[in-house]
């Protein structure tokens, strides 16, 4: 169960972050990072899907 929460907190953690970075790099005001949070938590929820859902 913890690995679940874990990954679900993690992904749009990490590509929050990653949105950040390129917010300011690219000088936008957080339009990167909304969008890092919405793709890294779909992507943990198909993560989590596909490692514990199939079965």
């Known amino acids: 169960?913890?690995?679940i929460i874990g990954t679900l907190v993690a992904g749009p953690a990490?590509?929050?972050?990653a949105g950040l970075f390129?917010?300011?790099w690219?000088?936008?005001e957080r339009?990167?990072?909304a969008v890092?949070?919405?793709?890294?938590?779909l992507t943990s929820l198909y993560i989590v899907y596909i490692r514990y859902g199939r079965g």
């Open 1 to 3: 169960m913890w690995s």
């Open 14 to 17: 990490v590509w929050g972050i």
């Open 22 to 24: 390129a917010d300011r």
């Open 26 to 28: 690219l000088g936008f």
């Open 31 to 33: 339009t990167f990072t």
């Open 36 to 41: 890092g949070v919405i793709v890294g938590f």
